[in-house]
């Protein structure tokens, strides 16, 4: 079965770049979605087919892959931006979750 | 506008089973994959299956075949999720997530408001 890696935590300071990988062998073959979640909330798309960035989604998301890793960078953080943030990538008809990275604000 | 509509909480006990409903509407209900993802508490995301409510046909994740099964009512644009032999470890809050074609592969753009599913004896 697929399998993808996030970092448990990532932290920057308000206004710096935040990077969230995301590692595993299905995204070699595999587009990927990054979706924020926020305390007591449903996930909300964020980037989707790797990096097209869902409407509605500030210019400051973006997303690139490379090879078997996905990246989420987030420009000019804000305090609104502290969330989960969490991969989604495989085939058709079986899909698998990362592990989530909790993005902190400081 | 497009709306996903989850039925109400549930407590249950172990080894019995769960029904979790989620009403479509804004949309073609038909037109569209319906997924289920669940969190446990302080968990993650887990990805369970989908359904296509045209056909009926289903894809479910390893961890839940046998267990789970999805079916659709196309007459009332609803989707169901039902998992059998519930542990405690099924505690979770249980999405349903719209996923659509966007020319080269399906993403979740629309989802559930989440129903939360506890397991306890």
């Known amino acids: 079965s697929y399998e993808l890696t996030q970092l448990p935590s990532v932290s920057v300071s308000p206004g710096q770049t935040a990077r969230i990988t995301c590692s595993g062998d299905v995204l070699g073959e595999n587009y990927a979605d990054w979706y924020q979640q926020k305390p007591g909330q449903a996930p909300e798309l964020v980037i989707y087919e790797d990096s097209e960035r869902y409407p509605g989604i500030p210019e400051r998301f973006s997303g690139s892959t490379s090879g078997n890793t996905t990246t989420l960078t987030i420009s000019r953080v804000l305090t609104e931006d502290e969330a989960d943030y969490y991969c989604?990538?495989?085939?058709?008809?079986?899909?698998?979750f990362g592990g989530g990275t909790k993005l902190t604000v400081l | 506008q497009v709306q996903l509509v989850q039925s109400g909480a549930e407590v249950k006990k172990p080894g019995a089973s769960v029904k979790v409903s989620c009403k479509a509407s804004?949309?073609?209900?038909?037109?569209?994959?319906m997924h289920w993802v669940r969190q446990a508490p302080g968990q993650g995301l887990e990805w369970m299956g989908r359904?296509?409510?045209?056909?009926?046909?289903?894809n479910y994740a390893q961890k839940f075949q046998g267990r789970v099964t999805m079916t659709r009512d196309t007459s009332i644009s609803t989707a169901y999720m039902e998992l059998s032999r519930l542990r405690s470890d099924d505690t979770a809050v249980y999405y349903c997530?719209?996923?659509?074609?966007?020319?080269?592969?399906?993403?979740?753009?629309?989802w559930g408001q989440g129903t939360l599913v506890t397991v306890s004896s």
């Open positions: 359904i296509n409510p045209n056909s009926g046909g289903t």
């Open positions: 989604l990538s495989g085939d058709e008809d079986n899909r698998v």
């Open positions: 997530a719209r996923f659509s074609y966007s020319g080269y592969d399906y993403r979740g753009d629309y």
């Open positions: 804004g949309y073609t209900f038909t037109g569209y994959y």
